[in-house]
């Protein structure tokens, strides 16, 4: 299988340090006074040290932000379809930004379509119910004018985690 | 959940402070007790509403190249290749949906060769083909929920 030039290919260059910040920060932060300070301790670096390079990450972009991720499903999102949509190749850039400013749009992406699949562009919509999914995608179809396009419905979640350092 | 349950979801899941007292600068900014604060977090955390509480990685940034790779598999076959799959540290989502690809997940590596190895090694283990959609580009990725 040949994989395809897509973004993300340029190395940056992390200290051994920064990677083991970026480690704990990937964790889930203790509900503790004081949780940068216990953090800190396991990697034997102060507290100082640990926040000044997780300001640093974070400013630099290596991570898009520190909060609360919200599970959509237990927030009362039950629904979720990966939409995925056939868009005439000169026309998927500005079809892509406009999927994008729908607010129940989460994720949207271009694709390489393969030709057993010939979808090119998805986006990841969230609704209370299927119902509800279905009659917002119909809407962005219509409005968008992308009348081949496919729902898919997860039926089971067999992993969803947050994404740590790489080796 | 109530309004201020609300409010303090919308507050901490971009601007967590990174400060000595993250807790008492949320209590200041809710105009709440901080233990009472806490107190609600913790309550979120339990029911699961708030997944994590921390750091989310930019694999663009870090230089990981990843893919969303689909296949169709026997519905018997759905587990073990779940469990096959979901052992790899890149392997972030991975779900069964409605259609023909019935078996969807993402997968993030240390490096393009890393990416392609893994999907091969997978499919020489599993003996299923698997489908590699590599994206072009991102228009959107949304980490907020309004409440």
Redesign the interface.
Known sequence: ????????????R?SHRDREV?KE?????P?T?????ELAGKIGIS?KEF?TR??K??R?????????????S??G?RANG?TVFKAPSKSV?RL??K??TY?E??????????P??PY?L?AMIHGRTRKEVITRVRKIARELNLDEY?I???????????????? | MDKLDARI?NL?????P???????ELARQTGIP?PDL?RR??I??K??????????????????????V?ARVPARG??RL?RM??NH???????????R?NF??TL???S?KD??AV??KL?KESGIR??????????????Q???
Not at chain 1, 25 to 29: F, V
Not at chain 2, 12 to 16: N, R, T
Not at chain 2, 47 to 68: D, F, M, T
Request: with cysteine; charged share 25%.
């Open positions: 299988m040949t994989i395809k030039k897509s973004f993300g290919s340029k190395k940056p992390l970026l920060l990937t964790g889930d932060l509900t006074p004081e949780p940068y300070l507290e926040l997780a300001r990450l974070l630099e972009g290596y991570l898009r932000k520190v909060g609360a991720i919200i599970s959509p237990r927030a999102f990966m850039a892509g930004k999927l994008s607010p749009v989460t994720h949207c992406y271009e694709r390489v379509a393969p057993d699949f090119n998805y496919q898919l419905f997860s039926t089971r979640e067999f992993k969803k985690t947050s994404l740590r350092p790489l080796g | 979801l901490i899941q971009s601007g967590f990174l400060e000595k007292k993250p807790y008492r901080e806490v977090i913790k979120l955390k029911k699961k509403i708030i997944r994590r509480l921390g750091g989310v990685l930019n694999s663009e940034r870090l230089g990981y190249p990843g893919a969303l689909a759905l587990e779940a799959v979901g540290p890149g392997v972030t989502h991975c779900y069964e949906r409605k259609g690809l969807w997940f993030q590596t240390k393009r990416l392609a999907i091969s499919e698997f489908v590699c959609l590599p994206s072009r580009k991102r228009f959107k990725i949304n980490f929920i309004e409440f």
